[in-house]
C-alpha cells in the first residue's frame, strides 16, 4: 500500500501560538483524514481532509480552531490555532486507497503546549 | 455508554502464550472491524481487517467477528516479545470512500514476558 510520512515528528509550543501538520502520501488516495489520540483515550476523528473544497468536521472540532488544507491527492495540512495546553495531544494523518479498503495511518505528531 | 469498549489492560504474558483480546460494541450498524497494533512513538499499523462474521486468520493473527454478539476477539497465537505493543480494535459503518469514519477503543496494552 502507500507510504504516509508525516511532519513535524513532535513539537514544544507555548500558548497562543499556531502549529501546521504535514500529512504526505507517496501516491494518488481518495480520502484522508485527522485524527487526535489523547492519553488513555481512543483515536477521535477530527475530520475528513477533501480535496478541493472544505474539510468535514466531527462535533466538537470547528474550521477555526482547526483549518485544514488539502490541495491535492496526496497532501494535507492540519493547523492547530491559538494553542492551550488542552491541545497537548498526538495527531494523526490517515489515508484510504480507494473504496472498501481499510485507513491506513502516519506516525503522529507528539505535540506539547507550555 | 461508549459506542466501543476494550479492556485497558495493561495485560502481561509469557512469551509463547495465546493471547486473547477483545472488544465490544453497542452499534448493531457497524459493518467492517479492524485491529490496529501501535507501537510506542509510532502510528496504528493495520493488523486484521474483516467484514463478516467469523473467522480470519493471517499468519499467528486470528480475527473472529460475532456481531450477534456484538464482540470482536483477536487471538495471537506464539506471542513475541516484539507483540509487546498496545493493540486497537476499530470499525466503521459503512466503508465506500466516501464516509469511512472509524470509532476506536481505547486501546490495550499487551506486555509479552521473556
Known amino acids: 500500500s502507500a507510504v504516509i510520512s508525516q511532519k513535524p515528528s513532535r513539537d514544544i509550543c507555548q500558548r497562543g501560538t499556531s502549529l501546521t501538520i504535514q500529512c504526505q502520501v507517496d501516491?494518488?488516495?481518495?480520502?484522508m483524514f485527522w485524527y487526535r489520540q489523547q492519553p488513555g483515550q481512543s483515536l477521535t476523528l477530527i475530520a475528513t481532509a477533501n480535496q478541493g473544497s472544505e474539510a468535514t468536521y466531527e462535533s466538537g472540532f470547528v474550521i477555526d480552531k482547526f483549518p485544514i488544507s488539502r490541495p491535492n491527492l496526496t497532501f494535507s495540512t492540519l493547523t492547530v490555532s491559538n494553542m492551550s495546553p488542552e491541545d497537548s495531544s498526538i495527531y494523526l494523518c490517515?489515508?484510504?486507497?480507494?473504496?472498501?479498503?481499510?485507513?491506513?495511518f502516519g506516525d503522529g505528531t507528539r505535540l506539547s503546549i507550555l | 455508554q461508549k459506542e466501543v469498549e476494550q479492556d485497558p489492560g495493561p495485560l502481561s504474558v509469557p512469551e509463547g502464550a495465546i493471547v486473547s483480546l477483545n472488544c465490544t460494541y453497542s452499534n448493531s450498524a457497524f459493518q467492517y472491524f479492524m485491529w490496529y497494533r501501535q507501537y510506542s512513538r509510532k502510528g496504528p499499523e493495520l493488523l486484521m481487517y474483516t467484514y463478516s462474521s467469523g473467522n480470519k486468520e493471517d499468519g499467528r493473527f486470528t480475527a473472529q467477528v460475532d456481531k450477534s454478539s456484538k464482540y470482536i476477539s483477536l487471538f495471537i497465537r506464539d506471542s513475541q516479545p516484539s507483540d509487546s505493543a498496545t493493540y486497537l480494535c476499530?470499525?466503521?459503518?459503512?466503508?465506500?470512500?466516501?464516509?469511512?469514519?472509524?470509532?476506536f477503543g481505547t486501546g490495550t496494552r499487551l506486555q509479552v514476558t521473556l
Open positions: 501516491s494518488q488516495v481518495t480520502m
Open positions: 490517515s489515508f484510504v486507497e480507494g473504496s472498501n479498503q481499510p485507513q491506513h
Open positions: 476499530a470499525m466503521s459503518t459503512i466503508n465506500t470512500g466516501t464516509a469511512s469514519k472509524l470509532t
